[in-house]
């Protein structure tokens, strides 16, 4: 099973909107409403962020949103804060095992 | 709310075994799904495979098929997770987490995670 596919760095300015991109294949990302996000920041555990595509979990900011179109997911920053720098990974449910995508560092400028 | 409280840093040597743990509290341990994912330094998220211990099966990964083993403890609300034929590229911090059931009734999503456990491989 190879890693979903995601940009290395994706960079912003506070308040702005960014958007990170997943891209899997009709077996991973394409074939389930099963993709989630997640969030890393150094030396700290994942946190999840987004589960089915694009719902929250409580006490997620409503800044973080999800979405899906084929066989890529999206996650979508929006108002920006120094706080979101960090790393981000999707992953995929993919019959009975699961991918995670190449992983995305988020650089607040 | 689930809690996941991992054991220790390991230091091994190629070709032994690791074996960590996971002890859960808060919830039903024996429905929940729980999964191992690894990161090496510096490098992404793998996930390595999982267990439901009231159903007792685990399923792995292809690429750690053979050398992995998960099993699950009710009694003791406990995970484990066993690598063997270690090699220096196994050196990684150890995760584990349960797994949320997403609306089709398949778990799906990592909803809760340890706090990782780092394992070196070294001679």
């Known amino acids: 099973q190879s890693a979903l596919t995601q940009p290395a760095s994706v960079s912003g300015s506070p308040g702005q909107s960014i958007t990170i991109s997943c891209t899997g294949t009709s077996s991973d990302v394409g074939g389930y409403n099963y993709v989630s996000w997640y969030q890393q920041h150094p030396g700290k555990a994942p946190k999840l962020m987004i589960y089915?595509?694009?719902n929250r979990p409580s006490g997620v900011s409503n800044r973080f949103s999800g979405s899906k179109s084929g066989n890529t997911a999206s996650l979508t920053i929006s108002g920006l804060q120094a706080e979101d720098e960090a790393d981000y990974y999707c992953?995929?449910?993919?019959?009975?095992?699961?991918?995670f995508g190449t992983g995305t560092k988020v650089t607040v400028l | 709310q689930v809690q996941l409280v991992q054991s220790g840093a390991e230091v091994k040597k190629p070709g032994s075994s690791v074996k960590v743990s996971c002890k859960a509290s808060g919830g039903t341990f024996s429905s929940y799904a729980i999964s191992w994912v690894r990161q090496a330094p510096g490098q992404g998220l793998e996930w390595m495979g999982g267990?439901?211990?009231?159903?007792?099966?685990?399923n792995y990964a292809q690429k750690f098929q053979g050398r992995v083993t998960i099993t699950a403890d009710e009694s003791t609300s406990t995970a484990y997770m066993e690598l063997s034929s270690l090699r220096s590229e196994d050196t990684a911090v150890y995760y584990c987490?349960?797994?949320?059931?997403?609306?089709?009734?398949?778990?799906?999503?990592?909803?809760?995670w340890g706090q990782g456990t780092l394992v070196t491989v070294s001679s």
């Open positions: 992953s995929s449910y993919t019959s009975s095992s699961y991918v």
């Open positions: 089915e595509v694009s």
């Open positions: 267990i439901i211990p009231i159903f007792g099966t685990a």
């Open positions: 987490a349960s797994l949320g059931y997403c609306s089709g009734g398949s778990p799906c999503y990592f909803d809760y």
